[in-house]
């Protein structure tokens, strides 16, 4: 049973349009949600995050609105540039837990 | 660099052998986590590691085992091998392993299982 869920595998961009990752979730318990950047060959890195108490947090060109009613977040990435081609997961926390529950990551590919 | 190392990055094996994987964590982290990622399944957590004590458990086989020693360092062992255990397995550590804290990651071990 997936928690987290990432429904679409890739997307592609042109450069310097909005790239909008989606991710739905199951838990009701959850209550931060984290996006997560994986280049091929390195290990994720932490991107931007948000807790269940706000409905958008923003960082730069990253931007993560969070709908707990539809238990839906996605993030904005406003421009896209090349250099964010990348696989996105998103990833959901309990409160009290230790423990992040992934998505399976959605490919982004920004064309030039 | 996130300052979580791991070995070997790449390794070999057939079915039905035993390999450790170990991860160093990023300098002042006390919490350890293991996670799998594998082609149909994504990131999927393993097990937790909180100043030597097992904290969480996730998805691990009874074949795998971890540790954490008293340098913080992680060890994951994984036994009796199989084609499906073929992945890329990811260590990630946090300063205290509560929720909110920002886990780095390793870059991963690759493990082949032929």
């Known amino acids: 049973d997936q928690q987290v869920k990432q429904n679409s595998p890739s997307l592609s961009v042109q450069e310097g349009r909005i790239s909008i990752l989606n991710c739905d979730y199951t838990?009701?318990?959850?209550?931060?949600f984290l996006w997560y950047k994986k280049y091929p060959a390195e290990g994720p890195t932490f991107l931007i995050s948000?807790?269940?108490?706000?409905d958008k947090n923003e960082d730069g060109r990253f931007t993560v609105f969070l709908n707990k009613s539809a238990k839906h977040l996605s993030l904005h990435i406003v421009p896209s540039q090349p250099g964010d081609s990348a696989v996105y997961f998103c990833?959901?926390?309990?409160?009290?837990?230790?423990?992040?529950?992934f998505g399976k990551g959605t490919k982004l590919s920004v064309i030039p | 660099d996130s300052g979580v190392t791991q070995t070997p990055k790449h390794l070999i094996t057939a079915t039905g052998q035993r390999v450790t994987l170990r991860c160093s964590p990023r300098?002042?982290?006390?919490?350890v986590y293991w996670y799998q990622q594998s082609l149909d399944q994504g990131l999927q957590f393993l097990i937790q590691?909180?100043?030597?004590?097992?904290?969480a458990k996730g998805n691990i086989l009874e074949r795998f085992s971890a540790q954490q020693f008293p340098d913080l360092h992680s060890e994951l062992n994984l036994s009796s091998l199989e084609l499906g255990d073929s992945a890329l397995y990811f260590c990630?550590?946090?300063?205290?392993?509560?929720?909110?804290?920002?886990?780095?990651f390793g870059e991963g071990s690759w493990l082949t299982v032929v």
């Open positions: 990630a550590s946090t300063k205290t392993g509560g929720a909110g804290n920002t886990i780095y």
């Open positions: 838990n009701s318990m959850f209550d931060y």
């Open positions: 948000i807790s269940s108490i706000k």
């Open positions: 990833a959901a926390l309990r409160a009290g837990s230790y423990q992040l529950t």
């Open positions: 300098s002042g982290d006390l919490s």
């Open positions: 590691y909180y100043n030597g004590e097992e904290r």
